[in-house]
């Protein structure tokens, strides 16, 4: 049966590793995947999907940030509960992390399926651009960080960095990667304001600060593609992203070790954070085809099976949710983050704060980047009181 | 008297007296009822709750609204709008008075000159906002290839410089409306009565005076056509913002509808999402109702 | 007669007779013709940029300034945004997309004008109580967000049951095309005489009658206008095609938003800018081919307030 | 004989302004009726009503003994003609004609048998395939009378038909109703404010003010007796001259002490003792010269303004301190300056109470 | 004395179309020139040539000796009153009185001065405070007045300032347009197809057809001595009699073979010979009845229409089976079906050309 799939899935990398979902759960089950990609996540593809499936005519599958987003749409019964159909597949014995399951589960229910980890835990630094001043490539922020005086004066750009979102997952790395995970788990997960107000918290919001001194609106690029070019160009030393950029790294030929370095948790944390996507199925209408709600399942399974997650998260750059498949294919960035995996995986923002208190931090952030004005105390501040009233 | 038994019944009378016109405004009654009143009261019923994804929350009183006015964002949005607006109405009004006096002085191309004034209106604000964007770009555009030919100096950063970055959605936004205001403005002078400008002449009033004190008062209609266009165009304005800045640098343009658009889809919190539209809509409300009253009311119609 | 002439007169060459000399140059006409040329770049500076741009390689674009012409135009980048650039995972360019916006365009045109028509019409000459409040919230409602009704406008049209469908998004752009062509569509048939109106009831017309023999014949000018107004804003519009349509439907903006907002790894501004000038060329065209008309016709719509 | 049109108590509000309060008027089978007032009286209001095109606030209309009240414009049995011609301007002069026909499902050739009476009638034959963008004027007008023409029908409404013709069409046109009616003999009912068109065309004036009817009589009874100072006001041009003064007996003094003996006035009312009134005597019953030698009331006077207006002439003068407009041939030489005797009977004047203003 | 406005050779071409063509006219110092003539005949053509609101074609334009062909209006001592009133509709009166002399920067007091005296003179003192939309027609029309009377011009030129007027309204401010021009003395040129206004105001009329100017008089030749067809048709209302037929001697045989013996008429030229004429009369000069007896001319008719006017009568009768109106006064009492006599003094009619047109 055809089975329409929903996705924001529309980069290079992204596009790629998509593909493979659909290759295989063609190949596997012979049903056709009926692709129906949005650009433009949050704004562009959020609205869309939300209300075709409130509008009653909802996709077969489609892809969600893991994390609460969907929370209201399940208790409203909209979205089909997966317990029978991977009942036999002994889920909790595979997937790496349990916390990644916690936000499928409600009432006792399953309803949705995490497919990849991905971690914005990456310092991404440029090869050439070190060449240039003659140093090494550091090993770890604080050797980044006192490499900046020198790229400055070679005119090179410390940090590179792409307008609008991608600074919003900043300082969840900064977080992480000199706060510690007890600080991420305290904020993140326990709501702790007094944590934010810790001198702790007080070193990220500082390097935050320091960060935002080097980055200016001139030489912000448009999107964060442009700043993988910049890497490898040289005219960038390094950037906080995503584990996705690598998938555009790579579509653009550079190879990690030669032309770029990662350093996950900024070369000082023990641990990832990290969130996924995951794949909601929602209740289609009476009179749907019984063969697409069994192609619904069908998918559902394939999506998690050993295949699927190595061809994907090969090509996207993420690290699969499974333990038990071989990653020796994977690159050596990949590498290091599976080693981190193994000491656990701390929660991230969008998997225990909700969209509404992310979105607000993310107004923070960016006006935190953005408004000199702003000092640390403030921005201590007003996270604490978001974080207070977040639920 | 005779007649007194075949006066219809008031019911029957309002039922069935002009029948097929009372069918035809269905459609724009339906739509009135429904969609603009009804949904306007969905809007402020829903802004009073905590709801999340759903509109199916708590009723919290003015929580959400304490909320909005404590957040710098939506303030930011709010000054923004009005900047922005002052400007663009101002602008788009006067650029477009001058370009259809300009057209007016029978000029050699004239249909060449509108069609290219014209042109923008055809295409979406996305399509404006890429362009601009393209165009401002700090290293690709405009100012990159002004230093790349030599002018070092040259600065032309406006979509990355807080200070200035309502100047270029001003730039890409009076690129695309002035034209139509433009032809607007165009129609209105040509309304005017030929006898008008030759008493003018008479009188010895330079033109351009006599376009300021006389055409001008005279073109209240097309000047309430535009006003209501253009307006309505800025309290909307999301897309330009959106595709040109996404409301950056940091959040320097920011405006209410992309706060309410956020809000409600990404940010997964509708009730504040409704109450930043809500006030939305009582803004317009303070501005629209003076205007409505002066139009509709004050003939003393029924 | 001759004997009256006046002392000044006889025919002197330095006499003024006949047409007032005037120089081709004067200082005004320099100056009007000067300030039309600046805003004709300003006008026309974005178009030549989203052309050449679209004609240029990527290696020309990252490296060349953006007023040179492309060294070797080519319309690669056209023939990649038309059919073969990738929104997920179909790389059919934009074409299908133009199909989808046709099939969406022409039926909610000729909705939308019908009813807008009709309102106008019914509200000149068919006044019943009320009508001038209703047209009153009509124009206020034209300055609601659309953000704000999208919710609602789900629900609504989920309990239609037409949800997804063709037929929804024709009535979403029927009800946010309704006060604006109203407010054009009543102002024309209010400065038609109002007495033609009575004479055909006087001849036994009824409302619709009236509407399609006598109205709708002299309203051509209007119609123009409303035409090119609802073509070209539904040509352009994104959220309701994509919410309201179904994904059988979607529109050539969604693909045009999907191919320059993935955020791919080096932007392929050249594929953008072909795909972008593709997808206004629609109205584009139409507002060059019809501009004298559209013009006329906003001056019958809108003079009257 | 039942009336042609009967409008009985007939009120008609917009919002809050009383345009025709109670108003009554029988009209006669083939009559022809004229409204004559200034603008704004509620002329067309009043047509409008009976044709049907404005619902009344209150009262009934009777057509050929019908309650009409509450019937389409259509089952009235009414044609009219509008002002600015109303013509359907996408539509040819035949297709004009026949619309109301068409509209009604009438048989194709009872239309064109119809079309082409009424084009006979109206003298338009060769205009039937033109549209009416190419007529003049008068033609338009004429295609605007076939229109209602063409629909049979009792009455024939027509809203100021000929303001929009510059005056020889006019007069021209004017006659040409005139015989129009001569021939169809039906109901006319014809709104004006020309009172030439009135005098000219009516069997019967009635006069508006403010919605309601002062006067309802021939036009000579109009012209010669008018009831009260507005309707002698409104009709003749120039107006007739008013001289106030009071009135004691036999004799009015004008307010400057002047004494017009009245005796041979036709009072409609005996009266006794003295009150103030207001004298009325139209320009051509002022004689000049030898003429004047005859009259009741004779007095000197200096000529102030002379309009030669080619067959006669008129002249401004002041007589009792009042200014007064006289009119006489243009064969008699008349220059600013000159002095001459001026003479009335009061017989043919008018006499009117200065309070109420009605005719005594 | 110099003229006040001369114009000569004047031509002026809307593209091809040729509008005036070497049209020459003095005009006196206070002269009050009447333009007259049909729509479309280049009436405001050439007043807006004068007041330098059109470039000529050709030809020059002087106003009290100066050649004024290329300044600008306002440099030219003119005044214009237009038929639309052309008020700023925004400014109050007083600003639209003043709003040229304020741009022109002229001192406060002078300017208080000349609106307060323009203002009294027009007798709109009470309405300075308000905006033209609350004015009836004829206020506005004194206030455009007022507009050229503030700047102190010696030509003023009116195009058609009375023809949006009702007609009483329009006959009361002819008076005050003559009083005023009585009272200031400048020039006068007015523009109107009204010929009751060129009649009672001119001191010359000029009547123009295509451009061309067909007689140049004062209003009683005009009236009396039309110097061909046009003119004779033309002015008069109802329009003059023709009778078309031959002349030969001293008959004329009409084209039924009635004879009028035509010796008593003064003719231009001696002429010898038979040839086709055309005669005509004005109907106020066809006597009826008693008065007809002494007529050179005299004959039976029947009376078909009777248009009573208040003062006078106008009826329709045939004259050598063609149809001819008469006027007498509304004392006679007239049907229609009448036999009576007419007769008339060729003395008092016209005689033309058939060929030429011309008057004989
Ligand atoms: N639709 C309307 N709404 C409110 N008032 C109206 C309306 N139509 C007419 N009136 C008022 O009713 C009164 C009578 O109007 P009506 O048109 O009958 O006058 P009229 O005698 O025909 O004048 P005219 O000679 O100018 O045509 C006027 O005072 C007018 O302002
Ligand atoms: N701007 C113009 N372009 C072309 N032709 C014109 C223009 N203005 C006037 N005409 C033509 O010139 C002729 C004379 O026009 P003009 O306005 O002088 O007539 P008029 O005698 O004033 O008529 P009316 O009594 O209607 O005002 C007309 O045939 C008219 O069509
Ligand atoms: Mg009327
Ligand atoms: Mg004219």
Redesign the pocket.
Known sequence: ADLEVTHWWTSAGEAAAVAEFARVFEEETGNKWIDSALAGSGTGANPVIISRIIGGDPMGATQMNTGRDAEELIQAGLIRDLTDVVADMDIDSFYVDQSLLEPCKIDGGLYCLPVNIHSWDWLWLSTKAYEKIGQPVPKDWNEYVASWPKLQEAGILPFGLATGWPFSGIPGVLMSGIGGSDLVLKINRDKDAEAVRSPEFRKVAEALDALRKVVSPETMVPSFGDVGTQLIEGTAAGNIHGDWLQGDLQVAGAVPGKDYECLPALGLGTQLTGGGDSFYFPVLPEGTDPAVIEAQAQLARTLISPEAQLAFNLKKGSMPIRTDIDLSQANPCMQKALGLLKNGLLPSGDFALSSDTQQQMQDLNTEFLDDDSITVDDYIERYASIIESAD | MAGSSSRPSALKKFFLHNLSAKVAAIPMVATVLVVFIGCTIWTIYYSFTNSKLLPTGKFVGFDQYERLFATSRWNVSVINLLMYGAMSLVLTLGLGFLLAVLMDQKIRFESAFRTIMLYPFALSFIVTGLVWQWIMNPTLGLQGTMRNLGWTNFTFDWIANPRMVLFALLIAGLWQGVGFCMVLMLAGLRGVDEEIWKAARVDGIPTWRTYISVVLPMMRGVLVTAVVLIGSGIVRLYDLVVALTNGGPGISSEVPAKYVYNYMFSGGNIGQGLAAATMMLLTVLIIMVPWAYLEFGGK??? | MTGSAPATGGNTATDPRGPRPKPFFTPKKIMIYTTLVFFTLYFLFPLYVMVVTSLKTMPEIRFGNIFALPSAPSFDAWVKAWTSACTGLTCNGLSPGFWNSVKITIPSTIVSIFIAAVNGYALVNWRFKGSEIFFAVLIFGSFIPYQVMLYPLVILTRSMGIFGTLQAVIVIHTIFGMPILTLLFRNYFASLPQELFKAARVDGAGFWRIFFEIMLPMSLPIFVVALILQITGIWNDFLFGVVFAGPQNYPMTVQLNNIVNSAQGTPEYNVNMAATVLTGLVPLIIYFVSGKLFVRGVAAGAVKG | MQPSVSIKDLSLN??N?K??DRLNLDIAQGEFIV?L????????????CIAGL?DVSDGQIFINGKNVTWEEPKDRGIGMVF?SYALYPQMTVERNLSFGLRVAGMPKDEINRRVARAAEILQIQPLLNRKPANLSGGQRQRVAIGRALVRDVDVFLF??PLSNLDAKLRSDLRVEIKRLHARLKNTMIY???DQIEALTLADRIAI?KN?VIQQLADPHTIYNKPVNLYVAGFIGSPSMNFISGSLDGATFTADDGTKIPVGAYDFAAQRTGASKAVLGVRPEHILLGDAAQGMPFQTQAEIEIVEPMGSETLAWTKVAGIPVTFRCSSDIPLHAGDKVTVGFDIARGSLFDAKSENRL
């Open positions: 003393g119609r029924k | 917009f919002g302004v345009v025709l409204l007032g200034p603008s704004g009286c509620g002329k067309s209001t009043l047509l409008n404005l002002q809203d100021e709104v004006t404010h508006m919605g």
